[in-house]
């Protein structure tokens, strides 16, 4: 069973740059099927989608975000990453990984998502 | 980007049905997905496409759409059922590709 692990900084300071890591165990994220993204969730508040990526490196974000954001994967290792530059604190949120079908997939939808990480920007 | 709007809350008694609506110019073009989370959990897919529901979904939940607003209808909504409910779908708007959320809407089951 396909299962997705977010990992990095629970504590990133203002202006700096946080870092998360997606660990895909149960399948592979080199299937040609799926594309992974990133979503966050400030505390009681509503989702956001941040970016998607494809195993080949092909990307797309979410154009609020796109000037701060890279999502790479790394094929040999199964996982997929997020880095988000000059946080502030309007980017304390829950992290989340999901994969997703793509944008070229009528039937498109974030089916498995982890667990979720909370990140907090603070000195 | 585009926008998709929800109810904030919506209430339901218990064995009722009800309709969780979302609105959105993307969704003249583009199917709806829906997602349950419960406090402190991940989202879960609930509805996807024209009316798809993933494995151990149960078959109370079902999916519609017309012109420019997509509706979530859960038939006799059990305790278990409450939760925030979100919609997405793809960003119609501009040339870029992309995803957006709807704002969510609060389910109580009274």
């Known amino acids: 069973q396909l299962q997705l692990q977010e990992s990095g900084p629970g504590l990133v300071k203002p202006s700096e740059t946080l870092s998360l890591t997606c660990t895909v165990s149960?399948?592979?994220?080199?299937?040609?099927?799926?594309?992974w993204g990133w979503i966050r969730q400030p505390p009681g508040k509503g989702l956001e989608w941040i970016g998607s990526i494809y195993y080949s490196g092909s990307t797309y974000y979410n154009p609020s975000l796109k000037s701060r954001v890279t999502i790479s994967v790394d094929t040999s290792k199964n996982q997929f990453s997020l880095k988000l530059s000059s946080v502030t604190a309007a980017d304390t949120a829950v992290y989340y990984c999901?994969?997703?079908?793509?944008?070229?997939?009528?039937?498109?939808?974030?089916?498995?998502w982890g667990q979720g990480t909370m990140v907090t920007v603070s000195s | 980007s585009s926008e998709l709007t929800q109810d904030p809350a919506v209430s339901v008694a218990l064995g009722q049905t009800v309709r969780i609506t979302c609105q959105g110019d993307?969704?003249?073009?583009?199917?709806a997905s829906w997602y349950q989370q419960k406090p402190g959990q991940a989202p879960v897919l609930v509805i996807y496409?024209?009316?798809n529901r993933p494995s151990g979904i149960p078959d109370r939940f079902s999916g519609s759409s017309s012109g420019n607003t997509a509706s979530l209808t859960i038939t006799g909504a059990q305790a278990e059922d409450e939760a925030d409910y979100y919609c997405n779908s793809r960003d119609s708007s501009g040339n870029h590709l992309g995803v957006v959320f709807g704002g969510g809407t609060k389910l109580t089951v009274l």
């Open positions: 999901a994969r997703h079908k793509g944008p070229w997939e009528p039937n498109d939808a974030f089916d498995i």
């Open positions: 496409g024209k009316n």
């Open positions: 149960g399948g592979s994220i080199s299937s040609s099927s799926y594309y």
């Open positions: 993307s969704l003249r073009s583009y199917y």
